[in-house]
């Protein structure tokens, strides 16, 4: 079956750097989008970086030129480079993946959107500290 399992988080400075991994299974990886969520307390879950077959990439504005999406297709693995952490960037952080055929013609249409993943981990912790 399909599994999803982050791995990374930790307590940091703000102004430190994290790198998040995200180690997938049971699945064709190298097809499928994979898209990095977070969610901080009290708040909704929110899209943060996605990418697609392909290598085309995705932020939201929030951590653009922060954050870098990657993914490695001979590991199964995605990754989040996160640099210059902010304490608003404290959040469970979760990957997903759409495993469905030709996601990669359709993920521009709302890439950091939930409703386009069909498969979730089970997330990582970054906190951030001021």
């Known amino acids: 079956q399909v599994q999803l399992g982050e791995s990374g988080g930790e307590s940091v400075q703000a102004g430190g750097s994290l790198r998040l991994s995200c180690a997938a299974s049971g699945y064709t990886y190298g097809t499928s989008c994979m898209g990095w969520f977070r969610q901080a307390p009290g708040k909704q879950r929110e899209g943060v970086a996605a990418i697609s077959p392909g290598g085309v990439t995705y932020y939201a504005n929030s951590v653009k030129d922060r954050f870098t999406i990657s993914r490695d297709n001979t590991k199964n693995t995605l990754y989040l480079q996160m640099n210059s952490l902010k304490p608003e960037d404290t959040a469970m952080y979760y990957c997903?993946?759409?495993?469905?055929?030709?996601?990669?013609?359709?993920?521009?249409?709302?890439?950091?959107?939930?409703?386009?993943?069909?498969?979730w981990g089970q997330g990582t912790q970054v906190t951030v500290s001021s």
């Open positions: 997903a993946a759409d495993t469905r055929p030709y996601c990669g013609a359709v993920l521009y249409r709302g890439p950091l959107e939930e409703i386009h993943y069909n498969y």
